[in-house]
C-alpha cells in the first residue's frame, strides 16, 4: 500500500510527464521532423483507446463472471479491423476528402450538411457517452480506494477523488486539444501521448500475466489445468449473447466518437490503416491474452466478494508486488484517461460545432466565423463542452452510485452509439438514402434505447420509478423491463433487435419514400462514390508539405514566375533559407489575398485551406465559392446574349437587306410597268398626231378616226394615273373613308348605272334579286360601288358567253353580308387565279383590254379598308367574285 | 426584194398606226395580235420583215425572236423589236438575241419607217 498523496504524486508525475511528450511532439509536428508522429504504429496505438478501464479491469471481471463472453467485446474490432478493411478505408477517404471533424459531422455532411441531424447525433453521443465517462472515473477511483491507505482514502471520500480526477482530466483535454482552432481537428501531441498510454497499459496487462502464469502458478500448464478445474469452464456460452456483443462492438468501434476521432480524424495517412488492421488485432490480443489465467487464479486465491473487476490490481496486492500493482494502476489510470481526454475532446467538438457555434451565430446574427471574435466564442465552446462533458460523467456516476458491473455500463454506451450505424452504413453505400430516413432511424433507435436500456440504469431517484416499473401511463407492455411483452429476455439483446431493428427498418422505409435534397444528392455521390474522385492522402509531411502543395496551386493560378518569387520573399521575410515559406496564418492570409486577385476571395480561401486543412471548408466558404461562381456564370451568360444579340441583329439586318433588296426590285418591276402602261397609249396619241400633223391628203374620215384614237389613248392616259393615285392612297393607309348610312341595293344600282349598262341595255345582262339587298350599311357607299363598278366592267370586258350575264347574288350570314359577282363566260384559268389582284395583271385572253390592270388591285385595297374582303370564287363555271362585308358595316335595322 | 411585213402586236390603237404609216411606205402589212401563236403565223406567212412587241399576252416577244433564231428558216429574219420598257438592259437583251434593230415606244413615225428599210435591206444593226 501507498499513502494517498505518495499515489497522487506519482500520478501527478506521469500525468506531467505525458505533457512532456505531448508538448514535444506538438513541437515537432509544427516544425515538421517528428518522424515517428507520422509513424503507422503511433496511429495503432492511439487506437487502443477502444480498450478503456472498462476492459483493463472489467474483463477480468467478466471472465470471472461469465467465461469467456469477454472475448466477444475483442472479436468485433478485430473483425471489423481484418474483414472490414475496406470500409474503414472508405470512412477515412470520406473522411480526409470531406474534412470530416467528427462522427456527426460525418452524418451531417453526408445528408446534405443536415444541421438538425448533426445536432442529434451529438446529443446522442453526449447521452450514449456520458455512462462511458462515469464507468472511467468509477474505475479510477475504485483503483485508488484499493491501492491507497484505506484511512486516507476515506478521509477524502470516493466523490472527491472522481471530482478531483474530473477536475485533472479536463485540464489535460483542454490543454492539449483546445490550444489553437487549428483544426483539421489533429492533436498529434495529444495522439503521442495516448500512444504512450496504450504502452503502458499493455505493458501493465503483460506483467501482471507473466506474474501470474509464471509467479503464482507454475506456468502455463499449470494454469490451464487451474482453468478446467475453475467454474469458468462451466459456463456454457449463450450463442445468440455471442453474436449479439461481438456485433455491437463491431458497431461500437465504427460509431464510437472517441474512435472516429483516432480512426478517421487524427488518420494522417490512409496506408497506416494497412497496418492497423493487423496491429491493432495483435494489440487486442495481447490485451485479452492473460484475461482469463488472472481471472481464475483471482478466483482461487483472493477472498471470496472480493470485486473482480478489480482482480488485476487486487492480485498484486495480495502478493505484496507494490512495483507491479503500482504499474497496473497507471495502466487502468491510463486507460480511463486517454479514453476520456479523447472522448472529451471528440464531443467538444461535436458541442461547439453543431450546437454552441450554430445557436451563436444565429443569436448574433451570422458574424463572420472566421473573424477573430469569433474563433475566440468556438476555443471558448470547446473548452466550456469539455468541462461540461466530464462534469455529465461526474453527476451520471454519482447518481448511479458507482453499483453496476463496469461491463453492463459499457455495453450500454455502446448500444447508444451503435444507432448512428444504419445512417453511417446507409450513407457510405446508398445513394438512395435520404436525411429523412436518418433522422426517422435515429431519432427512434435511440429513444427505444434511451427508455429499454438507459433509463432503468440511470433513474435511481424514486421520482421515474413508479413509470419504469409499472410503464407510462400504466402501459404494461411499455415497460423497459417487458418491452413489446417481452420477458425473461436478454434485456441487451432486447433492445438492440428492437432499437437496432426498427431503427434500420424506418432509415431504409423513410428514404425510400422520401427525395433527396439536391444537396444531400451531391453529397451522397461525393460519399458512395469517394474512391471515383479523390486521391488517397499523401503522407503528412508537415509544414513543408503543405507548402509545397501551395506552391503548386499558386503556381497554376499565378504562373510559375510570379508564384516562384512570392514564395521566395515570404522565405525570406520569415529568416528560412530554404525556398519555400513556413505556411503560418499571416503567409496563408498574404497568399489568399494573392489568389483572391485571380480566383475570388471565397475560392482562394477554399483552396488554400483544402491544402493546408487549415480549417473545414464550411457550407458558408462553399456559399461564398458559389456566389463568385455565380457571378463568373452570369457575367459569361451576359456574353453569351450578347453575342447571341449579335447574331440576331446580324439576322435581321439581313432580312432587311433582303428585303430593301426584293424592295427595290418591286420598284424596278412597278416603274418599268409604268411606264409600260404609260407609253403604250402615248406610241399610239405620238403616231396618230404626228400623221395629223403632215396633214395632206388625209381623208376627213381617217382624220377623225385618228382623233377619236388619240383621245380614247388620252383618256385611257388619265385613267391609268388616277387608279395609279388611288391605289398609291389605299396602299399608304392615307384615305379617309365617308361612311355614312346606305342600302345595298342603291349602291348596287349606282354601281350598274356608273356601268352604263342599264341604259344602253348593254352587252351584258345584270341579273339582280332587289329582294335580298335591303339590307342598311353604314360604309363609304362610293368607294363600295367602285369596287362593285369594277367588277361588272370586269365582266362585261371578260365575259365571252354568247349571251353574257352577270348574276349579283346578296347572302346575308351571321355577322356579315356576302355579295356574289358570277357571269356565265369561261371564268379564269386556274393558274391565274392566284394573280388577278396582282398589279398590272391583266387577262392573256384578251386582245384589248383598256385597263392597266390596276382594277382589282385597287378593290382588293377597298375592301380591307372597308374592314371586309374581295376573293374569288373558284369552280364556279364562269368568273366569281364575292364581296364580304363585315358585321360592323351593317346597320341595326 | 420583198415589201411584206409581219407585225406582232397586240395594241390595236398601235397596230393601226403602223399598219397605217408602212401600207403608205408601200409595204404589205399583216398583223397578228397573240404571243402564243405568233410562231405559226410567220411560219405561214414567211414575211419579209417582222416587227415584233416584246409585251405580248401569252408569250414574249424575246421568246418568240430567240426562238426564230434557232429555225435554219428563220435565223435570218430581219426583226424589228419593238418595246414600251424603257430600260436599256432590255433593248441589250434583244439585240443580244439577234433582233436587227430596236424601238422604244413612242416612237416618231419617220424613226419606224426608216428602221424597218435598213432592217430589210440589210442595213447595219441600230436602234435607239
Same mark, same amino acid.
Request: charged share 15%; glycine share 10%.
Given at each position: 500500500m501507498l499513502s494517498l498523496d505518495g499515489l497522487v504524486a506519482i500520478c501527478v508525475v506521469y500525468v506531467v510527464a505525458l505533457f512532456g511528450i505531448a508538448f514535444l511532439a506538438e513541437k515537432k509536428a509544427t516544425?515538421? =521532423?517528428?518522424?515517428?508522429?507520422?509513424?503507422?504504429?503511433?496511429?495503432?496505438?492511439?487506437?487502443?483507446?477502444?480498450?478503456?478501464?472498462?476492459t483493463f479491469y472489467g474483463a477480468v471481471g467478466s471472465a470471472a463472471r461469465s467465461g469467456l463472453e469477454f472475448m466477444t467485446i475483442y472479436l468485433g474490432p478485430t473483425?471489423?479491423?481484418?474483414?472490414?478493411?475496406?470500409?474503414?478505408? $472508405? /470512412?477515412?477517404?470520406?473522411?480526409?476528402?470531406?474534412?470530416?471533424? =467528427?462522427?456527426a459531422d460525418m452524418i451531417s455532411s453526408r445528408y446534405g450538411k443536415s444541421g438538425a441531424l448533426a445536432a442529434l447525433v451529438t446529443v446522442l453521443a453526449v447521452i450514449g457517452t456520458t455512462p462511458y465517462v462515469a464507468l472511467q472515473l468509477q474505475s479510477v477511483t475504485l483503483s485508488f480506494s484499493v491501492f491507497a491507505d484505506p484511512g486516507e482514502f476515506a478521509a477524502l471520500g470516493t466523490d472527491t477523488t472522481a471530482v478531483w480526477v474530473a477536475g485533472g482530466l479536463a485540464l489535460f483535454t483542454i490543454i492539449f486539444g483546445t490550444r489553437s482552432l487549428d483544426v483539421n481537428e489533429r492533436h498529434p501531441g495529444l495522439v503521442s501521448a495516448i500512444a504512450l498510454e496504450a504502452i503502458v497499459k499493455l505493458a501493465a496487462l503483460l506483467a501482471v500475466g507473466v506474474f501470474v502464469v509464471w509467479g503464482v502458478a507454475e506456468g502455463p500448464e499449470d494454469i490451464l489445468a487451474r482453468i478446467d478445474e475453475s467454474p469458468i469452464s462451466e459456463w456454457t456460452s449463450n450463442g445468440a449473447r455471442w453474436v449479439g456483443l461481438t456485433t455491437l462492438s463491431a458497431a461500437a468501434i465504427l460509431c464510437l466518437p472517441r474512435m472516429f476521432q483516432v480512426l478517421v480524424v487524427e488518420n494522417a495517412n490512409e496506408g497506416h490503416l494497412a497496418t492497423a488492421s493487423w496491429a491493432f488485432p495483435l494489440y487486442l490480443l495481447l490485451m485479452s491474452l492473460f484475461v482469463l489465467p488472472i481471472a481464475v487464479v483471482?478466483?482461487?486465491?483472493?477472498?471470496?466478494?472480493?470485486?473482480?473487476?478489480?482482480y488485476v490490481l487486487t492480485l498484486p496486492l495480495a502478493f505484496d508486488q507494490d512495483m507491479l500493482a503500482l504499474l497496473v494502476f497507471l495502466g487502468g489510470f491510463s486507460s480511463a484517461t486517454s479514453m476520456v481526454i479523447v472522448a472529451a475532446l471528440a464531443l467538444s467538438t461535436m458541442l461547439s460545432n453543431h450546437i454552441i457555434v450554430p445557436i451563436w451565430l444565429w443569436v448574433t446574427k451570422g458574424e463572420d466565423p472566421m473573424s477573430g471574435d469569433m474563433r475566440r466564442v468556438a476555443l471558448m465552446a470547446r473548452r466550456l463542452s469539455?468541462?461540461?462533458? @466530464?462534469?455529465?460523467g461526474l453527476i451520471y456516476y454519482r447518481s448511479s452510485g458507482g453499483s453496476a458491473a463496469l461491463a453492463s455500463i459499457g455495453l450500454i454506451a455502446f448500444l447508444g452509439v451503435s444507432q448512428v450505424l444504419p445512417a453511417l452504413l446507409g450513407g457510405i453505400f446508398w445513394r438512395g438514402a435520404t436525411r429523412a430516413g436518418a433522422l426517422a432511424g435515429i431519432a427512434a433507435g435511440f429513444a427505444i434505447w434511451a427508455w429499454v436500456l438507459l433509463m432503468p440504469n440511470a433513474a435511481?431517484?424514486? @421520482? /421515474?420509478?413508479?413509470t419504469l416499473e409499472h410503464g407510462p401511463f400504466g402501459i404494461g407492455w411499455l415497460r423497459p423491463s417487458t418491452p413489446l411483452g417481452i420477458r425473461g429476455a436478454d434485456p441487451l439483446l432486447t433492445a438492440m433487435v428492437l432499437s437496432l431493428g426498427i431503427n434500420t427498418f424506418l432509415f431504409t422505409f423513410v428514404s425510400l419514400i422520401t427525395f433527396p435534397s439536391p444537396m444531400e444528392r451531391l453529397q451522397g455521390a461525393q460519399f458512395v462514390n469517394v474512391f471515383d474522385h479523390?486521391?488517397?492522402?499523401?503522407?503528412?509531411?508537415?509544414?513543408?508539405?503543405?507548402?509545397?502543395?501551395?506552391?503548386?496551386?499558386?503556381?497554376?493560378?499565378?504562373? &510559375?514566375?510570379?508564384?516562384?518569387?512570392?514564395?521566395?520573399?515570404?522565405?525570406?521575410?520569415?529568416?528560412?533559407?530554404?525556398?519555400?515559406?513556413?505556411?503560418?496564418?499571416?503567409?496563408? $492570409?498574404?497568399?489568399?489575398?494573392? @489568389?483572391?486577385?485571380?480566383?475570388?476571395?471565397? &475560392?482562394?480561401?477554399?483552396?488554400?485551406?483544402?491544402?493546408?486543412?487549415?480549417?473545414?471548408?464550411?457550407?458558408?466558404? @462553399?456559399?461564398?465559392?458559389?456566389? #463568385?461562381?455565380?457571378? /463568373?456564370?452570369?457575367?459569361?451568360?451576359?456574353?453569351?446574349?450578347q453575342s447571341s444579340e449579335l447574331t440576331r441583329t446580324a439576322a435581321r439586318l439581313r432580312e432587311a437587306n433582303q428585303k430593301l433588296t426584293e424592295l427595290a426590285e418591286q420598284k424596278d418591276t412597278f416603274l418599268s410597268q409604268i411606264s409600260h402602261e404609260l407609253r403604250t397609249p402615248m406610241t399610239s396619241i405620238r403616231a396618230f398626231s404626228e400623221l395629223l400633223m403632215q396633214g395632206e391628203g388625209l381623208e376627213d374620215e381617217t382624220r377623225q378616226k385618228f382623233s377619236r384614237i388619240i383621245h380614247t389613248e388620252s383618256m385611257r392616259l388619265t385613267r391609268l394615273l388616277d387608279d395609279l393615285l388611288d391605289l398609291?392612297?389605299?396602299?399608304?393607309?392615307?384615305?379617309?373613308?365617308? #361612311?355614312?348610312?346606305?342600302?345595298?341595293a342603291e349602291v348596287l344600282d349606282k354601281a350598274e348605272a356608273a356601268t352604263g349598262v342599264m341604259e344602253s341595255g348593254g352587252r351584258i345582262r345584270i341579273v339582280r334579286d332587289r329582294e335580298t339587298e335591303q339590307i342598311d350599311l353604314l360604309t363609304d357607299g362610293d368607294r363600295l360601288a367602285q369596287v362593285f363598278i369594277n367588277l361588272i366592267s370586269n365582266a362585261q370586258k371578260y365575259c365571252d358567253a354568247e349571251e353574257p350575264e352577270l348574276r349579283i347574288r346578296v347572302q346575308r350570314q351571321p355577322g356579315r353580308v356576302d355579295v356574289e359577282f358570277s357571269d356565265n363566260g369561261s371564268g379564269i384559268p386556274t393558274r391565274q387565279q392566284s394573280l388577278i389582284f396582282e398589279k398590272f395583271t391583266r387577262l392573256e385572253t384578251t386582245r384589248d383590254a383598256q385597263g392597266a390592270g390596276l382594277g382589282l388591285a385597287i378593290s382588293r385595297e377597298i375592301m380591307q379598308r372597308l374592314g371586309g374582303r374581295l376573293s374569288y370564287v373558284p369552280g364556279q363555271g364562269g368568273a366569281a367574285f364575292r364581296v364580304r362585308l363585315p358585321g360592323r358595316a351593317l346597320r341595326a335595322a | 426584194m420583198g415589201r411584206r411585213v409581219l407585225l406582232v402586236e397586240d395594241e390595236i390603237n398601235i397596230f393601226e398606226a403602223i399598219s397605217f404609216l408602212l401600207s403608205r411606205d408601200g409595204w404589205e402589212v399583216s398583223g397578228h395580235g397573240n404571243g402564243a401563236t405568233a410562231l405559226d403565223e410567220i411560219a405561214r406567212l414567211d414575211p419579209d420583215v417582222l416587227v415584233l412587241d416584246v409585251m405580248l399576252p401569252g408569250r414574249s416577244g424575246l421568246d418568240i425572236l430567240r426562238d426564230l433564231r434557232k429555225q435554219p428558216e428563220t435565223s435570218d429574219l430581219p426583226v424589228l423589236m419593238l418595246t414600251a420598257k424603257g430600260q436599256s438592259k432590255d433593248r441589250d437583251l434583244a439585240l443580244a438575241l439577234g433582233a436587227n434593230a430596236y424601238l422604244t415606244k413612242p416612237f416618231s413615225n419617220s424613226e419606224m419607217v426608216e428602221t424597218l428599210n435598213r432592217v430589210a435591206t440589210g442595213g447595219q444593226k441600230a436602234g435607239t
Open positions: 516544425e515538421g =521532423s517528428a518522424r515517428w508522429l507520422n509513424s503507422p504504429f503511433v496511429y495503432t496505438l492511439s487506437l487502443s483507446i477502444y480498450t478503456t478501464a472498462w473483425l471489423v479491423f481484418i474483414g472490414w478493411f475496406w470500409l474503414l478505408r $472508405k /470512412m477515412v477517404r470520406i473522411g480526409r476528402a470531406q474534412r470530416i471533424t =467528427s462522427i483471482g478466483l482461487q486465491v483472493l477472498p471470496e466478494g472480493a470485486n473482480p473487476d478489480l469539455i468541462i461540461g462533458v @466530464l462534469f455529465l435511481t431517484s424514486g @421520482l /421515474m420509478q413508479g479523390s486521391a488517397p492522402t499523401p503522407g503528412w509531411q508537415g509544414g513543408a508539405a503543405a507548402a509545397d502543395d501551395l506552391l503548386i496551386m499558386a503556381q497554376r493560378i499565378l504562373g &510559375t514566375g510570379r508564384a516562384g518569387r512570392l514564395f521566395q520573399q515570404a522565405a525570406a521575410a520569415q529568416g528560412r533559407a530554404a525556398s519555400l515559406p513556413d505556411p503560418n496564418p499571416d503567409f496563408l $492570409k498574404m497568399l489568399e489575398r494573392e @489568389l483572391a486577385g485571380s480566383v475570388g476571395a471565397a &475560392t482562394a480561401h477554399a483552396m488554400v485551406y483544402q491544402i493546408t486543412g487549415g480549417a473545414t471548408v464550411s457550407v458558408r466558404d @462553399l456559399l461564398a465559392v458559389a456566389d #463568385e461562381t455565380a457571378q /463568373m456564370m452570369e457575367y459569361s451568360s451576359q456574353l453569351e446574349r398609291s392612297v389605299l396602299e399608304h393607309g392615307r384615305v379617309t373613308l365617308n #361612311e355614312s348610312p346606305v342600302t345595298l | -
